[in-house]
C-alpha cells in the first residue's frame, strides 16, 4: 500500500519561503508521474506543480517562476516556494500515479494515490 506523507507546511509572511516534502513509502514501481495540489476553503482543488519520471516539470501559471517542483531517486517529492502571496495559502496535498502511459499527469488528474496533505498560510 503506497502511503505519501507531507510536510514542511507552515505560516509565513508575504514574500517568505517554504519548503514542502512529500515522502512516499510502499511503492512498488520504480517510476511514477508525481504532482503537487492545493486546495483553499471553499475553492475547488487545483494542480500546482506536475514532475514526470524524466524529471520534466509543468507548473500552474500562478506559481510559474515562484515555486520549484523536484524529486530524488525514491520517488519522494519536494515544492519549494518562494515569494509567496496570501493567495497562496491553502492544504497542499501531493499525489503519484504508476501508469505512467497513461500521461503524466494522468487525464482528469486523477492520481492514485494522494497525501493528507499540509497547511500553508501566508500573511500579510
Known amino acids: 500500500q503506497v502511503k505519501l506523507v507531507e510536510s514542511g507546511g507552515g505560516s509565513t509572511q508575504v514574500g517568505g519561503s517554504l519548503r514542502l516534502s512529500c515522502i512516499g513509502s510502499?511503492?512498488?514501481?520504480?517510476?511514477?508521474?508525481l504532482g503537487w495540489f492545493r486546495q483553499a476553503p471553499g475553492k475547488e482543488r487545483e494542480g500546482v506543480a506536475f514532475?514526470?519520471?524524466?524529471?520534466?516539470t509543468t507548473y500552474a501559471d500562478s506559481v510559474k517562476g515562484r515555486f520549484t517542483v523536484s524529486k530524488d531517486d525514491v520517488n519522494n517529492l519536494y515544492l519549494q516556494m518562494t515569494s509567496l502571496k496570501t493567495e497562496d495559502t491553502a492544504m497542499y496535498i501531493c499525489?503519484?500515479?504508476?501508469?505512467?502511459?497513461?500521461?503524466?499527469?494522468?487525464?482528469?488528474?486523477?492520481?492514485?494515490?494522494w497525501g493528507s496533505g499540509t497547511q500553508v498560510t501566508v500573511s500579510s
Open positions: 499525489a503519484a500515479d504508476p501508469r505512467l502511459w497513461a500521461g503524466c499527469p494522468p487525464p482528469g488528474n486523477r492520481y492514485t494515490y
Open positions: 510502499g511503492y512498488v514501481y520504480n517510476k511514477y508521474c
Open positions: 514532475i514526470d519520471s524524466d524529471g520534466e
